[in-house]
């Protein structure tokens, strides 16, 4: 080893200590290629591993949005009319949102209200291009809460896909709406995943 105050190292330009340690410019050069060959080493061996398997790409499946009527909900009364109206419009903003479904035209429902009581005429809705369909009614309670319920309809698999009923005081509503609109996105995007 060179001691540090080798007249030698003084003038070199080339000098590096780490820590008691003098490290050459021979040094240097012979570890910085020792270092790209390890590093060239070990690309060509990664190469050489892979070569004989496929690659995989990750697969984006992409489905067409789904058609899907969103007629007045069924009111009880009068006084639940305009909730009727709103209920399925926040749903239908909502839903618009995400691009998985396309809001069909009105002028083209089969129905102007759709309660939840009976079927759907599935011949019909299908015959005006839906694929879906969200039917509902709006009653007000005794106690001053409206309850809300809902079904959403597969048009061409002729069922039920899901549905909910909630109470809530009348300035919660729209609450309701947003809510409804996350349950059938949920149910949309869990159906896709398998």
Known sequence: MIPDNDPRLRDS??????????????FCIVYGI??????????FAYSAAIAGSPILHPVL?????LRIALPEFVADSPAEEELARTIPQIVGGDLALTK????????????????IDVSPS??????????????????????????IAYRFWDMFGERQL?????????DEVGEIGHRISAEIYEYVISVRKK
Do not use: E, H
């Not at 330009?13 to 021979?26: C, N």
């Not at 899901?162 to 009348?170: D, E, K, L, R």
């Open 100 to 115: 998985v479904f396309v809001l069909n035209d009105p002028a083209t429902f089969v129905a102007k209200c759709v309660g």
């Open 162 to 170: 899901t549905g909910m009923q909630y109470s809530a005081s009348p």
């Open 61 to 65: 499946r992409t489905y067409p949005p």
């Open 13 to 26: 330009p080339t000098r590096y200590t780490a820590g008691t340690v003098v490290v050459g410019q021979r």
């Open 122 to 147: 599935f011949v019909d809705w299908r015959s005006a291009n839906s694929q879906r369909l969200l039917a509902g009614s709006v009653a007000r309670q005794p106690d001053g809460r409206i309850r």
């Open 34 to 43: 020792c270092f790209a060959v390890a590093i060239l080493v070990s690309m």
